[in-house]
């Protein structure tokens, strides 16, 4: 079971790449991960966004569960925070803008990520081919 912060900025979200030193390696995605024995889906949202990013968020609405993972739309508790990542887990961080989501590589997860951003009204843009990969 993991959880996964959406973070909002304006029209722009955050996505972290994932350390050389973890598995899925210089992948992009949410910040996230696993949720502990002792909170809920929402703490550990909070809790792992934190944690890989020192960023203090809030979470404004539940946007899906798919299987075992949770996802939360979720905004900065102050939009002048700073990201700081850790260095085991994450790379590089990214305030991209949906629409050009595929430009900045491999998405973890793109057949579970492009639906979940056009559910909350983001337009993402990908080839044809692309979409039928996530069809």
């Not at 079971?1 to 909002?8: D, L, N």
């Not at 909170?39 to 934190?50: K, V």
């Not at 990214?94 to 909350?120: A, E, Q, Y």
């Amino acid at each position: 079971m993991a959880s996964w912060a959406i973070i909002q900025n304006a029209s722009y979200i955050l996505l972290i790449q994932r350390s050389r030193q973890t598995t899925r390696a210089d992948q992009w995605c949410f910040p996230g991960g696993g949720i502990k024995k002792s909170e809920t889906p929402e703490q550990a949202c909070i809790r792992e966004a934190l944690e890989e990013t020192q960023l203090a968020i809030k979470i404004v609405d539940t946007v899906a569960k798919i299987r075992d993972d949770y996802y939360f739309l979720c905004k900065l508790e102050n939009p002048l925070q700073s990201v700081i990542l850790k260095p085991n887990e994450c790379q590089n961080y990214v305030w991209v803008n949906p629409t050009h989501l595929i430009d900045l590589g491999i998405i973890m997860n793109l057949k579970v990520v492009v639906p979940l951003l056009r559910s909350i009204g983001y337009d993402v843009h990908l080839s044809n081919e692309l979409e039928r990969y996530i069809a």
